[in-house]
């Protein structure tokens, strides 16, 4: 019986390396669940191949919070799937600070991304530019990933 169950802990445990039990990888569908909510506004200003500017609107009664963290994928078969990470050059940090940026109900401002250093330029296609955002009455475990969608 033991040896059963120490065999069976074994397989278990090899299936998840090999599968590598993580959040999908770059080609694959898109696992992200979008918000869609007439209480944030999260529009293209300007596009280029290396960066966004998004204009972002709060009409929640509450102030509206995010960090640093994006995403970006690619809309390819009618999917959204996520895209490929470039390889990190030497001395460039890819990690994530964990500043907090809020906006107060009612506001409005423009943000800016900058992805060359994650995904370099951009070829042309249909994308969209993920951020989770969440109120300032609700825990950072209930974020929103909205999304704004532009075309290079």
């Given at each position: 019986?033991?040896?059963?169950?120490?065999?069976?802990?074994?397989?278990?445990?090899?299936?998840?390396?090999?599968?590598?039990?993580?959040?999908?990888?770059?080609?694959e569908k898109s696992l992200l669940n979008i918000s869609k909510t007439d209480l944030i506004s999260f529009t293209?200003?300007?596009?280029?191949?290396?960066?966004?500017?998004?204009?972002?609107?709060?009409?929640?009664?509450?102030?509206?919070?995010?960090?640093?963290?994006?995403?970006?994928?690619?809309?390819?078969?009618?999917?959204?799937?996520?895209?490929?990470?470039?390889?990190?050059?030497?001395?460039?940090?890819?990690?994530?600070?964990?500043?907090?940026?809020?906006?107060?109900?009612?506001?409005?401002?423009?943000?800016?991304?900058?992805?060359?250093?994650?995904?370099?330029?951009?070829?042309?296609?249909?994308?969209?530019?993920?951020?989770?955002?969440?109120f300032n009455n609700t825990d950072e475990d209930d974020e929103m990933y909205i999304s704004c969608e532009f075309?290079?």
């Open positions: 019986m033991k040896i059963n169950l120490l065999f069976s802990s074994i397989l278990i445990f090899v299936i998840l390396l090999i599968s590598g039990c993580g959040g999908t990888k770059a080609g293209e200003k300007s596009v280029s191949p290396s960066h966004i500017e998004i204009n972002l609107s709060n009409y929640h009664t509450e102030k509206l919070i995010w960090g640093s963290w994006f995403t970006i994928e690619k809309k390819t078969g009618g999917e959204w799937h996520e895209i490929e990470l470039i390889p990190p050059e030497p001395g460039i940090d890819r990690t994530w600070t964990a500043e907090e940026v809020s906006l107060e109900s009612g506001g409005k401002r423009t943000i800016e991304a900058y992805w060359t250093h994650l995904y370099g330029e951009l070829s042309k296609g249909e994308y969209r530019f993920i951020k989770p955002f969440w075309i290079i």
